[in-house]
Structure formats: structure tokens, C-alpha cells
């Protein structure tokens, strides 16, 4: 008989990086905080299934960026971007690090946010990444790039 994982640790083993990512996606900490807890009840309430799958992680991550998506398109997200992160405990450093990878991230549209966070912040391949985000590992690959390339020119417009 398999017992199965729960949904306790499974929890406490993805809420900080799930949170941080959802952070770097929305650029906003409140909405991120709402999208990554309307996330993790959807998964629990589906844990009996949820819990058998080979990558639990990988079904977490695309149930949030189906709730993102969602959100999105309901209130009109990309009009009312407002970045309002406040550090929770972290040491200075790591709030600079944080706060400027979301000041370069935040011009990005949605997409293309989601790619380079997938991709980069999180070390998905493109095509786990394009399996979460519910597209194809070549547009992945193609949002990433556009993304990073975008954040370039908005570094050396700064500079």
C-alpha cells in the first residue's frame, strides 16, 4: 500500500519559493500572498489525486499560473500593477536582491514575467515550465528570451 505524502509537508516544502515566484510574477506581495493561498487550496482540495502525481510540485505551479491567469483577466491586473513588497524578516541584502529583480520585472507583460520567473528564478526547463504554464516549450523558450532581452534595455536605459 502507498501511503501518501501530506499535505502538511508538502506545504511547508513549497510556500516560500511558491510565494517568492508568485512575488517576482504579480509585482505585487498582496496579490501574490492571495494567488499562492487560492493555489494551495485548490491542491488540497484535490491532494488524494494531487499527491499520486510524479511531480506535485510541477501540477502546484501551473494550478497558481491558472490562477494568476485567471485573476488577471478578472479584475484587469495589468492595469493597477503597484509594487508594495515589504520585507518579512530578510536581511538587507536579500531585500535589495528582491526588490530590484522586481523593479526589472515588473515593465514585462504577465507572460513573459512567468517565463523568465519559470525558467530562471526557479530553474524549470522551458519544457516543464511550458507543462505548468499550459503552452509549448518552444513559446517558452521564445517569452524567456524576450523577457531577459527586455530587462536589458530597460538596464541600459537606466544606465
Avoid at 530553474?123 to 504554464?133: N, P, Q, T
Wanted: charged share 30%.
Amino acid at each position: 500500500m502507498h501511503e501518501v505524502p501530506s499535505f502538511e509537508d508538502f506545504f511547508e516544502a513549497h510556500r516560500h519559493r511558491l510565494f517568492g515566484a508568485m512575488c517576482l510574477v504579480t509585482g505585487n506581495r498582496s496579490e501574490a500572498e492571495e494567488v499562492t493561498q487560492d493555489a494551495f487550496l485548490r491542491v488540497w482540495e484535490r491532494w488524494e489525486h494531487v499527491s499520486t502525481l510524479d511531480d506535485p510540485g510541477a501540477y502546484l505551479f501551473r494550478v497558481t499560473m491558472n490562477v494568476f491567469r485567471n485573476r488577471l483577466r478578472r479584475a484587469g491586473l495589468a492595469t493597477r500593477k503597484v509594487l508594495s513588497l515589504t520585507p518579512s524578516g530578510d536581511d538587507l541584502a536579500a531585500v535589495e536582491d528582491r526588490d530590484e529583480i522586481v523593479r526589472a520585472l515588473r515593465p514585462l507583460p504577465p507572460r513573459q514575467r512567468a517565463a523568465v520567473v519559470l525558467t530562471s528564478y526557479l530553474d524549470y526547463s522551458s519544457e516543464d515550465a511550458g507543462r505548468i504554464l499550459g503552452i509549448r516549450a518552444s513559446t517558452v523558450r521564445a517569452l524567456a528570451t524576450q523577457g531577459r532581452a527586455g530587462v536589458r534595455q530597460a538596464q541600459e536605459e537606466q544606465a
